[in-house]
């Protein structure tokens, strides 16, 4: 049973096209995120949703748009793709009152030419 | 704002020896300090919580200590094996459930059979 999963897991894609990477998790948790991490392995948090409500938006451009359509899913939506945009994407979960423990999805890596 | 600094990129050791990892942190203490491990290609994966009225916290061959006066948590693996080699993260948490965990850039370990 996989936990917390993503797709696509590679994605290769021109500049300025738009795409979209789906996650969902069968854990019943009420909060899930999205993360980059780039070439040099930083892990930053991008967006944080708690039961569909966003709760973190962190500095990210506006070509990126989250959407949860319930509480097992959270997609990514970005427009405009940049070659900066490249890096690994993962989602994660976690239940609130639990301490944050992160469950990770296996990451999608989005290659932009 | 928080910083947090993993002050080796890449750690060698010999098998069944004890691997040491630092992780440091500027400005407040948490509430909550996490150890992730990650493998190539896939995602964090959660180890040990540690908070921060604990000093100590162990889980089989792993210890994690935490000192808010140092700002600074060591994590061990004694009796090191050549499986435990991967990229080991830490992750601050303010335990304020709306603000993210701040992850360091990690440091990868090889052990050497």
């Known amino acids: 049973d996989t936990a917390v999963s993503q797709t696509p897991k590679y994605l290769v894609t021109q500049m300025g096209n738009d795409k979209s990477i789906k996650c969902e998790q069968n854990l019943g948790h009420d909060t899930m995120y999205w993360y980059k991490q780039d070439s040099k392995k930083f892990l930053k948090i991008m967006f944080s949703y708690n039961n569909k409500e966003l709760i973190i938006n962190e500095t990210v451009p506006n070509r990126f748009s989250p959407k949860s359509p319930d509480k097992a899913h959270l997609n990514l939506h970005i427009n405009s793709l940049e070659l900066g945009d490249s890096a690994v994407y993962f989602c994660?979960?976690?239940?609130?009152?639990?301490?944050?423990?992160?469950?990770f999805g296996p990451g999608t890596r989005l290659t932009v030419l | 704002s928080q910083k947090i600094e993993q002050n080796s990129e890449a750690l060698n050791i010999q098998e069944g020896k004890t691997a040491t990892l630092t992780c440091n942190y500027t400005n407040y203490s948490p509430a909550y300090l996490q150890w992730y491990r990650q493998d190539p290609g896939r995602g964090p994966v959660f180890l040990l919580l540690?908070?921060?009225?604990?000093k100590e916290k162990r889980k089989e061959r792993l210890k994690v200590t935490f000192d808010t006066t140092l700002k600074q948590s060591l994590f061990h693996i004694t009796a090191s094996q050549p499986a435990d080699s991967a990229t080991y993260l830490c992750a601050l948490d303010m335990g304020s459930g709306n603000t993210p965990l701040v992850f360091g850039k990690g440091t990868r370990l090889s052990v050497i059979a």
């Open positions: 540690i908070r921060e009225n604990e």
């Open positions: 994660a979960s976690s239940q609130r009152g639990h301490y944050n423990e992160q469950f």
